[in-house]
């Protein structure tokens, strides 16, 4: 196993409400916990970098007070988008990493996330 | 810094056929990973292989395998016997001390019946 799931799996939200998405490791027990952004067609962007019972680490250019992460376990971590407007809407991909295999990444499923 | 080129924005390969992905990097670090990631139309990424760079041993997963050139910094990914299911993007990335991941822009396969 290495299963990581998120939840919803797509959110429709008017612009100025805020929307939470869970990342959750099924099978093992994440030190460590990673969300992404995934514009069409484009890779990936690592946004923060989230570990149990402590603050994320936000890339360069993430607005931290936009994004907000809490992972209050270690099997589940959030990403709460604040006040969202049409140009947060985008494709978010959690990752978790086990404490066996330390440097291999597990993704969760994605939330395609649409903003009016 | 580490970075990941992907050269070939999109592949095609006939069922059955051998494919090969292109990947160049670059590190300053000594201990790093590099690995393989599929994302299908379901955009589900899912981990195909990885290699440590400490192991002069190319790694292999079945049908995929690499082949791993430390000094050239070169990483290409070789797909035998293709499957209609191996449609995918395909995305390189290397990981380092951090555990973070920095990836190529990928490459589109298309397998042809």
């Known amino acids: 196993g290495a299963v990581v799931s998120q939840h919803p799996s797509r959110v429709i939200c008017k612009s100025g409400t805020s929307v939470k998405i869970e990342c959750r490791s099924l099978d093992f027990q994440a030190t460590t916990m990673f969300w992404y952004r995934q514009f069409p067609k484009q890779s990936l962007m690592l946004m923060a970098t989230?570990?149990?019972?402590?603050?994320?680490?936000?890339e360069q250019g993430v607005e931290k007070d936009k994004f907000l992460i809490n992972h209050a376990s270690l099997t589940l971590s959030t990403l709460t988008v604040t006040s969202a407007h049409p140009e947060d809407s985008s494709f978010y991909i959690c990752?978790?990493?086990?404490?066996?295999?330390?440097?291999?990444?597990?993704f969760g499923p994605g939330t395609r996330l649409l903003v009016l | 810094a580490q970075t990941v080129t992907q050269s070939q924005p999109e592949m095609s390969v006939q069922e059955a056929e051998t494919v090969t992905l292109s990947c160049t990097y670059d590190?300053?670090?000594?201990?790093?990973?590099l690995f393989w990631y599929k994302q299908p139309p379901s955009r589900q990424m899912i981990l195909v292989i990885r290699q440590e760079a400490y192991k002069q041993q190319n790694a292999t997963e079945n049908r995929f395998s690499v082949n791993f050139q430390k000094a050239a910094k070169s990483f290409s990914l070789k797909i035998s016997d293709s499957q209609l299911g191996d449609a995918a993007m395909y995305f390189c990335a290397i990981g380092g001390s951090n555990y973070k991941l920095t990836f190529g822009k990928g490459t589109l396969l298309t397998v042809n019946p």
């Open positions: 990752s978790a990493r086990r404490t066996t295999y330390q440097e291999t990444q597990y």
């Open positions: 590190t300053s670090e000594s201990d790093y990973y």
């Open positions: 989230s570990n149990e019972g402590s603050k994320a680490t936000y």
